[in-house]
Structure formats: structure tokens, C-alpha cells
């Protein structure tokens, strides 16, 4: 299983980036895909996911309005759209999958390395 998550960088507050996410070795047709983060002394939150099937969607209070989240099937390829950044987004950003769907971004069956994304001026 390989999910590698790329994208990050270093963004200036109000600036957007596009975090990529590239999927092999596994099935989850019941499940969802998405990203996790987890910033310098705090717990992992969950940011946005997708089901499989792509018809439902869940974003965390804290992203809401700012992020998009979009799937090709055709690369095995998601992708997390993030505008308007801000300096509390900044987190090492990982990509996950939970088998079946919980509406709440577990993401916790399996996961790749993370990719940070750095937003300050």
C-alpha cells in the first residue's frame, strides 16, 4: 500500500495551495480517502475526505469555506485545494484512508508520509 501525499510548501498568509495525492496498492469502496494533519505540539485533526464513490464530502469546522477536496479516478490521484491560508493551517499534512466511510475523517487505516505546508509571511 502507498499513498504518496506531495504539494506542501511555504505560503504567505491568503495564499492557496493544492496538496496532491497519489493512491496504489489498496481498495476502498466503501471507504474514503482525505487528509489528516497535525501541527507542533498538537493532536492529529482531521481536514477534509472523500467516500470512494465521490458523493459525499466532509470538511472540519476549522477549513470550512477554504478547502475543496477532488478525486481522479482515472490516476488514482486526490487532490486537497486550500485557499486562503492562514498561519494556524501550518502542519505536516497526511494523506489517509479509512476502509468504510465515518463522516468524520478518521482516515486511519492507512497512511503515507506527510507533505508541510508553512504559512507565514
Known amino acids: 500500500v502507498q499513498l504518496q501525499a506531495s504539494g506542501g510548501g511555504l505560503v504567505q498568509p491568503g495564499g492557496s495551495l493544492r496538496l496532491s495525492c497519489t493512491v496504489s496498492g489498496v481498495t476502498f469502496d466503501d471507504g474514503a480517502i482525505g487528509w489528516f494533519r497535525q501541527a507542533p505540539g498538537k493532536g492529529r485533526e482531521g481536514v477534509a475526505c472523500i467516500s470512494r464513490s465521490g458523493d459525499r464530502t466532509h470538511n472540519a469546522d476549522a477549513v470550512k469555506g477554504r478547502v475543496t477536496i477532488v478525486g481522479d479516478n482515472s490516476k488514482n490521484t486526490w487532490y486537497l485545494q486550500m485557499d486562503s491560508l492562514k498561519p494556524e493551517d501550518t502542519a505536516l499534512y497526511y494523506c489517509?484512508?479509512?476502509?468504510?466511510?465515518?463522516?468524520?475523517?478518521?482516515?486511519?487505516?492507512?497512511w503515507g508520509q506527510g507533505t508541510l505546508v508553512t504559512v507565514s509571511s
Open positions: 489517509g484512508i479509512e476502509d468504510y466511510y465515518s463522516g468524520a475523517c478518521d482516515l486511519d487505516d492507512y
